[in-house]
């Protein structure tokens, strides 16, 4: 592995991990930072993560904020976790995805989101097919992976690059109109 350049010269890339309990957040999390599976349920309901990381041959720092949405939250996100495997494919699943994804847009023409799946490695309880979890980031327009914290892990370094790609591919017309809303309305936005 080679060492990252200056921290002056590289890109920081804020993004969040949000979902409802329970769902996986502090693994994979965790799995993508510390290289480890904590097995012990963390019924954290907020925290970060910072750290220098090469994505396609470009280093950057990754600074992730892990957030459990109230009923009363409204974050801006850059990936988010909704419950794949808990819960049945059923309307709380939908709108809950729906919500955070309207609540994240709404700013924005374009905000880059990644739809991720966890706990694919739970087989005999998954109630979420492969085929509804991509029918869903299909509605929503935004891309999809399944992913495992558990070791081995499953794609979950590939989550957080994706998402780092999505949002360098951006054109950079969307990036300068997203600054300029940012910069009127006063809000904070992660990115």
């Excluded at 930072?33 to 309901?45: A, E, G």
């Excluded at 109230?70 to 995805?97: D, E, G």
């Excluded at 905000?111 to 979890?133: C, F, I, S, W």
């Excluded at 327009?141 to 370094?157: G, Q, R």
């Amino acid at each position: 592995m080679t060492r990252p350049p200056n921290n002056d010269n590289l890109m920081t890339f804020k993004l969040v991990v949000v979902g409802d309990g329970g769902v996986g957040k502090s693994a994979l999390t965790i799995q993508f930072f510390q290289k480890l599976f904590v097995t012990d349920y963390d019924p954290t309901i907020e925290d970060s993560y910072i750290q220098h990381t090469e994505v396609d041959k470009q280093w950057c720092i990754l600074d992730v904020y892990r957030i459990r949405p109230t009923m009363h939250s409204c974050v801006y996100k850059s990936l988010f976790v909704p419950n794949s495997v808990r819960y049945s494919w059923s309307r709380r699943i939908q709108c809950h995805a729906r919500t955070i994804h309207a609540q994240g847009v709404k700013d924005r023409d374009v905000y880059p989101m990644l739809l991720v799946a966890n706990k694919v490695d739970l087989v005999h309880l998954r109630k979420v097919t492969e085929e509804q979890g991509r029918e869903l980031a299909h509605r929503l327009n935004i891309p999809y992976i399944e992913t495992s914290a558990k070791d081995p892990p499953l794609n979950v370094d590939a989550a957080f690059h994706e998402v780092v790609r999505i949002i360098r591919n951006q054109p950079p017309a969307e990036l300068e109109k997203n600054r300029r809303k940012r910069r009127r309305s006063g809000k904070c936005n992660l990115l």
